[in-house]
């Protein structure tokens, strides 16, 4: 066994490629592109050391072109969620007496692996799964991941560097143990870093994890696996099902050595599943550790004194990248009266020149929403803005489901701050804008803290010092994460650490040693090297 104070490598953001015109990396990603689409694949569940097949098979097809098919997945039920719960404790023992660095080389490996050979391909899985374009895949699938598992590990390391003091004669020690039990990884389909961190980040710790992954996300997942395998992970450390949510819930949440929850997705879900925990509490045996990143309804507030273009490309990127897809993503704005008319010009003119339609071809900023019921639902909404009265629809509102879930990205301006789509969130591309009088700023700051019971992401343009100083302090318990003279997006690891609190989750800090602090129970040991022999202090003797 090895023996020492080891220093893990110091982790550096990876780099993003731009896959510009005649880069080595755009024509690497669209071979990748051209493979990926020319097979049909066969993703397992993957329970302790096997793959196992139900026969029951779901197909997979891209947003964007849903007369293809990209492969199928195979289904399980109760009972496989029973055996991967079975198989984690099974291989519990092993890895968690595993030493640190070893788990470390992993997750290190697994870093380097999605750097270098598998880049393209979840790159590629990212982007024909889940509709997004080449530089949003970029950013999510290979450079997220890559960053959570590399700062990590570091941040494992300084937690277990974190150690009391000791008074003469005794050692004093801080061990960090895994969890007793196994943990639950419950991942959405939007981000495929995201869909790794939530399972490795707790396996990093020493934990076993049973992972149910999005059925809109398991393509790109089943890539997440191959290169953990490829990485050395022992079987059953991770256990990947595809079970329906409430079928995995019935068994997970009624096991007696149900130790947490990783969670990414529904406020309506999360709320729920912590309803199940807390009406199942005599049942475990620790208390479950409840970590859970949710929905949001994200603003942009713009000040008089803000710069126009800066305004109308945080409004165009921050609503409409990956579709307004992210938890992250601007859906409400508050602009002043004074800028509204050259805000409004830009975006429209911005807009305009946007291209919509599938993956493979560069051009397109724009692909499709995830799937029909999310097409549906923003479609609804979009007819009846159209109907309303006091909603005007600014840009957009077009939408078709022919070959892809296309909606048009949409602006609607509202006469009243409290209308539906300014309070809702609808996780799709459409921006709602309120117009205040420029002396309206302050009333602005409050009506944006009530509107909604999200709390995830916002921020404030302004050259304006005192307003920035205003919105910063007035609005400090409405976004986890608050932007100065940016958009609300575009959290990087290591740098803005993401979480929302009120209705976005518990706050735990994705990409910081903070979430991982929650895989861990700490045992404090005390050695005393010369014990006492009598039980009298000397305050007990005699004058």
């Known amino acids: 066994m090895s023996k020492g104070f080891f220093r893990v490598p110091e982790p550096q953001n990876e780099p993003v490629y731009s896959y ?4 080595p990396e755009r024509a690497k990603l669209k071979e990748a592109l051209a493979n990926a689409r020319a097979q049909e694949v066969d993703i397992p569940l ?6 196992v097949r139900t026969g029951t098979k779901r197909a997979i097809r891209p947003p964007h072109d849903h007369h293809h098919i990209l492969g199928y997945y195979h289904e399980g039920d109760a009972s496989h969620v029973q055996e991967a719960i079975e198989a984690a404790l099974t291989a519990k023992p092993r890895w968690e007496a595993l030493p640190w660095e070893e788990r470390a080389a992993i997750f290190l490996k697994a870093a380097e692996l999605i750097a270098g050979p598998y880049r393209y391909k979840i790159n ?4 024909l799964g889940q509709s997004k374009n080449a530089y949003q895949a970029e950013i999510d699938s290979a450079c997220e991941l890559i960053d959570f598992l590399r700062f990590n590990v570091s941040y494992m390391a300084k937690i277990y560097d974190i150690q ?16 007793e039990g196994f943990v639950f990884a419950l991942t959405p389909f939007n981000f495929t870093a995201i ?6 980040s707790a396996a990093m710790m020493g934990n076993v994890v049973v992972w149910k992954p999005s059925e809109n996300q398991v393509y790109a997942a ?7 395998k490829e990485a050395g992970l022992p079987g059953g450390v991770i256990n990947l099902i595809n079970v329906d949510g409430p079928v995995a819930g019935d068994v997970v949440f009624s096991h007696p050595d149900f130790a947490g929850i990783h969670f990414t997705g529904s406020t309506a879900v999360f709320q729920t599943i912590w309803k199940t925990i807390g009406n199942s509490i005599a049942t475990y045996k620790s208390y479950p550790r409840i970590v859970g990143e949710t929905g949001g309804k994200d603003f942009i507030l713009a000040h008089p004194s803000a710069d126009v273009e800066a305004v109308s490309t945080a409004l165009v990127r921050g609503a409409f990248e990956y579709q307004g897809q992210k938890c992250s993503a601007a859906s409400r704005a508050y602009l002043p009266a004074s800028l509204w008319a050259a805000i409004r010009e830009k975006v429209v003119q911005d807009l305009s020149t946007i291209q919509m339609g599938p993956v493979e071809d560069f051009g397109n900023f724009v692909n499709a929403v995830i799937s029909e019921r999310s097409f549906d ?6 007819d009846q803005a159209r109907n309303d009265e006091g909603v005007e629809i600014v840009a957009g509102g077009s939408y078709d489901k022919t070959v892809g879930y296309f909606i048009q990205p949409t602006v609607l301006r509202v006469d009243d701050p409290q209308y539906v789509t300014m ?3 609808l996780f799709g591309p459409v921006l709602t804008v309120y117009v205040y009088d420029d002396d309206e700023y302050e009333a602005m700051l409050d009506i944006i803290d009530k509107t909604s019971i999200y709390a995830l992401t916002g921020s404030i343009l302004s050259r304006d010092r005192y307003a920035i100083e205003l919105a910063t302090t007035r609005l400090r318990n409405a976004a986890g994460n608050f932007y100065i003279n940016d958009k609300p997006t575009g959290a990087v690891v290591g740098q803005q650490p993401f979480g929302g609190a009120r209705g976005s989750g518990t706050n735990d800090k994705a990409g910081s040693e903070l979430n991982l602090l929650r895989w861990v129970s700490a045992r404090t040991i005390k050695e005393t090297f010369d014990a006492p022999k009598n039980y009298r202090y000397p305050f007990l003797n005699p004058d």
Do not use: F, H
Request: with cysteine; proline share 10%.
């Open 377 to 382: 639902k923003l479609a609804r909404y979009i």
């Open 164 to 179: 009391p003091n000791s008074s003469p004669g005794v050692w004093n020690r801080l061990e960090q143990r895994p969890l």
């Open 423 to 425: 309070c809702e969130e």
């Open 222 to 228: 089943q890539v997440i696996m191959d290169v953990l």
């Open 124 to 127: 590629a899985a990212t982007m």
């Open 46 to 51: 993957y329970i302790g050391d096997r793959e």
């Open 20 to 23: 510009a015109p005649g880069t």
């Open 195 to 200: 869909a790794g961190n939530l399972p490795t």
